[in-house]
């Protein structure tokens, strides 16, 4: 009972967690097992330490083996996992990814279980390989002696070993000479993927733009114009100049990007206009150039009639498109306040039509003000009365005492005067 309550209020969760897709091969797995996931969404940051295996809310210390690439806009990670059964979970972290056009590092989180099973699954190491020579792969069963065939689809290269339980066996494949391309390496029902690429994509391009999103998709409506926020990243060598935008759609793009550094990002807002087609798809493409290279951020649109059909996970739409104004000819920019009108595209980016109006401030600042009034006015009382109990009057008995002392010292006779007085 208690599993299946930890399943389904972490399944209640999901909706509004994911924003970033995550598949994994089993939602069960046994102990020592290679977990495989694949990874899309839209990040700006995300690299190996970024993903964890957490076990009942704490994060598993014990080392396990994994690998991490990132393929096509696809990001691919393994794990060999821990030996101890239990409730676990893949959780992304500290990783930021842009969510309907806001970045965010919003925590990310996957339920899978370890449990031992009567079942003759597998250990393996790579979960995935990127070859530049022949290659290995370890292999061993975690449950009964048996036999497997692994067979490389790219070239139908085929091995046949016998595993005796818990005991690791190593299978060596051919690098072949093939054009670019993703394949698998299948042992029984697991697929170990194999990226063949060019030896020259082997090296990091000297001059490299990656987009974020990596594609504008939605549902949108003829001869109508729509706001995508971009992410620009220099994920090359060298520092970017002059960067322009060209695209077969009706573009509007800004800021100009007059400078990229290595490893730099950018948001630039991107304003499409929906021309008038007989479609009910359009795609384009969004292209951006400098001096020696140039880099396309694909488009892709449903055609619908229907205004309330329209969606994208990142897309506003633009009720007033005025190419070449500035926003101080056509309104006001609201920097950080809000505008309660519509927004149309400028030279100096979304241009408010209508007023800029600040949201409502919390009042926990005027209650912590309060507060720190009420609390100065307590010290100062305290204060003044622990100086006035210093200096209070002594007690009636102290009084009594001090009269009865004075009355005595009044009442003593004056000392004799002795001796004799001379006559004048």
Known sequence: MKKELYWVALFMLLPSVLAVDITLTKESYQPLETLQAEIVGNFISLNEENILIYREGKVHDDPVIKGFTKQNNVYYFYAVTPRQEGNYSLVIENAEYLDRGEVTKQRI???????????????????????????????????????????????????????????????????PELPPQKSFITIQNYQIPVFLLKKNNLSVNNEKIEFIPYELTGTVVQEKSYLFKVILKNTGKNNL??????????????????NLKKDEIKLINVTLSIPSINESELTGFLRASNTKNSFELPIYFIITKNQSNVNGANIIEVKNRTKGYRCAEIGKSCGEL???????????????????????????????????IIALVLIIVYIVLKYMKKRKSKSPDDVLKQRSDNYRQRMRPSEEVRGKLDRV
């Open 338 to 372: 809000t505008c309660n009108g519509e927004t149309a595209a400028s030279t100096d980016g979304p241009c408010c039509i209508g007023d800029c109006i600040a949201e409502k401030s919390s009042n926990y600042s005027n209650i912590i003000g309060i507060i720190l």
């Open 241 to 258: 100049t002059n960067v322009t935008f060209t695209s077969n759609f009706d573009v509007i793009v800004e800021p100009p990007i007059v």
């Open 109 to 175: 989180e996957i339920p899978f279980t370890l449990e031992e099973k009567n079942i003759s699954d597998l250990s393996f190491s790579p979960g995935f390989v990127i070859p530049t020579k022949d290659f290995t792969i370890s292999v061993k069963s975690l449950y009964k002696n048996i036999n497997v065939t692994a067979v490389f689809e790219a070239t139908g290269e085929t091995k046949e070993l016998d595993l005796i339980e818990f005991s690791e066996e190593t299978i060596k494949f051919k690098l």
